[in-house]
Nanobody, 127 residues
Framework: VNLVESGGGLVQAGGSLRLSCTASGFTADEYTVAWFRKVPTKEREGVSC?????????VYLDSAKGRFTISRDNAKNMVYLQMNSLTPDDTALYYC????????????????????WGQGTQVTVSS
């Protein structure tokens, strides 16, 4: 079971990035998948989540609502985080995580709900 994030990088403020989370060793649509982010001065925080049945997509960060979108491509076993209108405050190490939450329509911003984690991809937004 493995999760690998990609798509991070350096972007100017106002730009966009699409992060990808590739799952191997399990079928991504059997799991709730969430994105978290971590900056050195703060606890890791939940960014967005997509439920096992794709019926729920939630953006947890008030600052990201309207700018970030989570989606899933089951055929590719991938989950994406589209991030638009990026600001320097979005600079962080972004992680994807997977867990078998119940009900299937459920999501969670709690780290303990997720069993599998990727290594993270760095997003740096310059002003």
């Amino acid at each position: 079971v493995n999760l690998v994030e990609s798509g991070g990088g350096l972007v100017q403020a106002g730009g966009s990035l699409r992060l990808s989370c590739t799952a191997s060793g399990f079928t991504a649509d059997e799991y709730t998948v969430a994105w978290f982010r971590k900056v050195p001065t703060k606890e890791r925080e939940g960014v967005s989540c997509i439920s096992r049945d794709d019926s729920s997509t939630i953006v947890y960060l008030d600052s990201a609502k309207g700018r970030f979108t989570i989606s899933r491509d089951n055929a590719k076993n991938m989950v994406y985080l589209q991030m638009n209108s990026l600001t320097p405050d979005d600079t962080a190490l972004y992680y994807c995580a997977a867990g078998r939450l119940w009900p299937r329509s459920g999501c969670s911003a709690s780290q303990v709900a997720y069993d599998y984690w990727g290594q993270g991809t760095q997003v740096t937004v310059s002003s």
